[in-house]
């Protein structure tokens, strides 16, 4: 079965320009979450949707970051202007409602410069 | 607040021995559920376990075991006989009942050496 897809798997890219992440969630699953994992702050949820919905949008670092879900099987993360401490890795996960688990994709290593 | 502490930064050890990682969290709900995730060199996380804060049978997989202690709000995990491929980041991670945020731990590095 295929897992969480999540692309690229690593982008580089110059201080000021638009960066998109995007993730395909398992087949089926409720739940879609963005996270971000730093040296400094370890793994903080950004931001996670129900049904194609955002629930929760608390972590989004600010306004230069947004997220979209528009249909069941896919989701972005944008990011615009980017800046270097928006270097991190950003990882997608899915889950089915209840107590399921959370299962997550390889990542996006992002590099500002 | 929900709080998840790690406080192992780094573990080394030789291949075969046994090796405990320690996980203690703070919360104030009485239903929660507790999760181990293995992050390897790939940089994949890989989903270990779930506990329910209701149930503190200890759980064993293979060489794997975790133990739940309510009463010091810990959650340990456990490799017996450790091996190579076992080296990896570890993480600890407490969800609410109700809630699908999970807050992770600072994470274990665990190193088996040959």
């Known amino acids: 079965d295929a897992g969480v897809i999540q692309s690229p798997r690593h982008e580089v890219t110059e201080m000021g320009q638009e960066v998109t992440l995007r993730c395909k969630p398992i087949?089926?699953?409720?739940?879609l979450f963005w996270y971000r994992q730093t040296m400094m702050r370890g793994l903080e949820l950004l931001i996670y949707?129900?049904?194609?919905?955002?629930?929760?949008d608390s972590g989004m670092p600010e306004d230069r970051f947004s997220a979209k879900m528009p249909n069941a099987s896919f989701s972005t993360l944008k990011i615009q202007p980017s800046e270097p401490r928006d270097s991190a890795v950003y990882f997608c996960?899915?889950?089915?409602?209840?107590?399921?688990?959370?299962?997550f994709g390889d990542g996006t290593r992002l590099s500002i410069l | 607040a929900q709080k998840v502490t790690q406080a192992q930064t780094e573990i080394s050890v030789v291949e075969k021995e046994d090796v405990t990682l320690d996980c203690v969290y703070e919360?104030?709900?009485?239903?929660?559920?507790l999760f181990w995730y293995k992050q390897p060199p790939s940089g994949e996380l890989v989903f270990l376990i779930r506990?329910?804060?209701?149930?503190?049978q200890n759980e064993i997989s293979g060489r794997y075991s975790w133990n739940f202690q309510k009463s010091t709000s810990s959650f340990n995990f456990t490799i017996t006989a450790s091996q190579v491929v076992d080296s990896a980041v570890y993480f600890c991670?407490?969800?609410?009942?109700?809630?699908?945020?999970?807050?992770f731990g600072q994470g274990t590095r665990l190193t088996i050496n040959p």
């Open positions: 996960a899915s889950s089915l409602a209840g107590l399921q688990p959370q299962h």
């Open positions: 087949s089926g699953h409720d739940y």
């Open positions: 949707f129900n049904n194609n919905v955002p629930i929760d």
């Open positions: 919360t104030r709900d009485t239903t929660y559920y």
């Open positions: 506990r329910n804060s209701f149930d503190e």
């Open positions: 991670a407490l969800r609410l009942q109700g809630a699908q945020k999970l807050v």
